[in-house]
């Protein structure tokens, strides 16, 4: 059972470049999320998507784009890598319903030197 | 809107000890309620979940009760292990207010010594 699948797992980049993270989920899920974990932060949530073709900002969007072109796949995009953007991320879906747990992918470590 | 307010890390306990950790919410709805756990170099996964008022959510040995009357969701187990090293977030979901999104405590770091 794949579950949720991250892409790359490691990266590290030069300021100014632009990268694209993969999140692939195997369980039929309509919502997706992306998240950066920072030390003493707790979660923040970039962006999300409630279903296939849509995208919304969550509390830390300025920075990255999405895109959810298909149902399975939610691809966050960095255009203009920054130090400050040095962070895991997880990427997390769920099914609609509120009484249902978001599922993680094992994060994806990102430096930007 | 929704927040959730956990118990202050680390906390750093003897094997055996018992466990609790702090979470009270608010949410204008009707909120389910989770516990996710992260081991070292993971992702979050589900702890234990309950749904409504009164229900006692349980897995591995630990508990967690929905008190709507104090708006508490407080983790416990009576006995820890080294291998419950971790952090623990708890987390509330209520799709009628937050539009498909959950809201999550700050996390609180375990850490259980032999």
């Known amino acids: 059972n794949a579950g949720v699948t991250q892409t790359p797992k490691f990266r590290v980049l030069k300021t100014g470049q632009s990268m694209t993270l993969l999140c692939a989920q195997d369980?039929?899920?309509?919502?997706m999320y992306w998240y950066r974990q920072d030390p003493g932060m707790g979660l923040r949530l970039i962006h999300y998507?409630?279903?296939?073709?849509?995208?919304a900002k969550g509390e830390v969007p300025d920075g990255y784009n999405v895109s959810r072109l298909k149902k399975q796949n939610f691809l966050l995009g960095l255009e203009s890598a920054a130090p400050s953007q040095t962070s895991v991320y997880f990427c997390?879906?769920?099914?609609?319903?509120?009484?249902?747990?978001?599922?993680f992918g094992d994060g994806t470590r990102l430096s930007i030197l | 809107g929704d927040s959730v307010t956990q118990m202050e890390g680390p906390v750093t306990l003897s094997e055996e000890a018992f466990l609790t950790i702090n979470c009270t919410y608010t949410?204008?709805?009707?909120?389910?309620l989770f516990w996710y756990v992260q081991y070292p170099g993971e992702g979050l996964q589900l702890l234990l979940k309950?749904?409504?008022?009164?229900d006692k959510g349980s897995n591995k040995g630990f508990e967690a009760t929905y008190r709507k009357e104090t708006t508490s969701f407080h983790l416990e187990k009576g006995s820890v292990q080294v291998s419950d090293s971790a952090v623990y977030f708890c987390a509330l979901s209520d799709r009628r207010t937050n539009a498909g999104k959950s809201t999550f405590g700050d996390g609180t770091t375990l850490t259980v010594k032999p």
């Open positions: 949410a204008t709805g009707y909120p389910s």
């Open positions: 369980m039929n899920h309509e919502y």
């Open positions: 997390a879906s769920s099914y609609y319903q509120a009484d249902q747990p978001q599922h």
């Open positions: 309950a749904t409504k008022a009164d």
């Open positions: 998507s409630v279903g296939e073709g849509t995208t």
